[in-house]
C-alpha cells in the first residue's frame, strides 16, 4: 500500500506570509494528487489537485507543485489570511485496482494576525 | 453546485447496537466510498463501491460492517454490534470514476456509549 507522509504537522506563519506543505509518497505509480482543506468539525473539501503529467497548477493564491522522481509533492499558499487556518491533508492516489485515497496525517495551519 | 449529503448528522448508539449511516452521492458519479476519521486523525478509507458491489475495502471493513445502495439514489453504511472504538466521524464520498476528484458530505458523528 501507499506510505505517505506529510511535514510539518504544525505551521504557523504570520498573516500575509507565505506557507508550503509537503508530501511525500512510495509508490511510482500514484498519477493523482489531491489537496484537501479541513475546517474544524467540517468536511474535507478539495482546493487543489494536480496529475502525473503535470508539474504545477496554480488556482489564485494556492499551487500545487509536483516531483514525481522525487515522489514528493507540495502545498503553496501565498498571502496568507485568517480564514486559510485548517487542517490540510495530501491524499495521493495509486490507482492499480485501489480506489480510496489514503491521507496524510495532516498540517495544522496556524495563521498569525 | 452538487454536493454529497449525509444523515443523520450525529448519531448516538448504545455499544451492541447497529446503526446504519446515509448518504446520496452526487447524481452523476458512480463510485462511492466510506471514509473513517477519529477525533484528531487522518481520515481512513473503509470501502469503494462501483456497480452495486463493493470494488475495494480496508483492513479497518471487517464482517462488522457493509454497504448496500437500497435505491437509485442513496448508499448505506450499516456497522453490527457497535464497539466503544467505533466513535468517529464517518464520511460519504462520491467521485466520477477512481483517480478523479472526490467530493465528501459533512459527515456523521457517531457516538457509542
Known amino acids: 500500500g501507499e506510505n505517505v507522509e506529510q511535514h510539518p504537522s504544525t505551521l504557523s506563519v504570520q498573516e500575509g506570509d507565505s506557507a508550503v506543505i509537503k508530501c511525500t509518497y512510495s509508490d511510482s505509480a500514484s498519477n493523482y494528487f489531491p489537496w484537501y482543506k479541513q475546517e474544524l468539525g467540517k468536511r474535507p473539501q478539495l482546493i487543489i489537485d494536480i496529475r502525473s503529467n503535470v508539474g504545477e497548477k496554480k488556482d489564485q493564491r494556492i499551487a500545487v507543485t509536483l516531483n514525481k522522481t522525487a515522489k514528493h509533492f507540495s502545498l503553496h499558499i501565498t498571502e496568507t489570511q485568517p480564514e486559510d487556518s485548517a487542517v490540510y491533508f495530501c491524499a495521493p492516489f495509486s490507482g492499480g485496482g485501489a480506489d480510496g485515497l489514503t491521507f496524510g496525517k495532516g498540517t495544522h495551519l496556524i495563521i498569525q494576525p | 453546485e452538487p454536493e454529497v449529503t449525509q444523515t443523520p448528522s450525529h448519531q448516538v448508539t448504545q455499544m451492541g447496537q447497529e446503526v446504519i449511516l446515509r448518504c446520496v452521492p452526487i447524481?452523476?458519479?458512480?463510485?462511492f466510498y466510506w471514509y473513517r476519521q477519529i477525533l484528531g486523525q487522518k481520515v481512513e478509507f473503509l470501502v469503494s463501491f462501483y456497480n452495486n458491489e463493493i470494488s475495494e475495502k480496508s483492513e479497518i471493513f471487517d464482517d462488522q460492517f457493509s454497504v448496500e445502495r437500497p435505491d437509485g439514489s442513496n448508499f448505506t453504511l450499516k456497522i453490527r454490534s457497535t464497539k466503544l472504538e467505533d466513535s468517529a466521524m464517518y464520511f460519504c464520498?462520491?467521485?466520477?470514476?477512481?483517480?478523479?476528484?472526490?467530493?465528501f458530505g459533512d459527515g456523521t458523528r457517531l457516538s457509542i456509549l
Open positions: 464520498a462520491s467521485s466520477p470514476i477512481p483517480g478523479n476528484a472526490q467530493h
Open positions: 447524481s452523476n458519479h458512480l463510485y
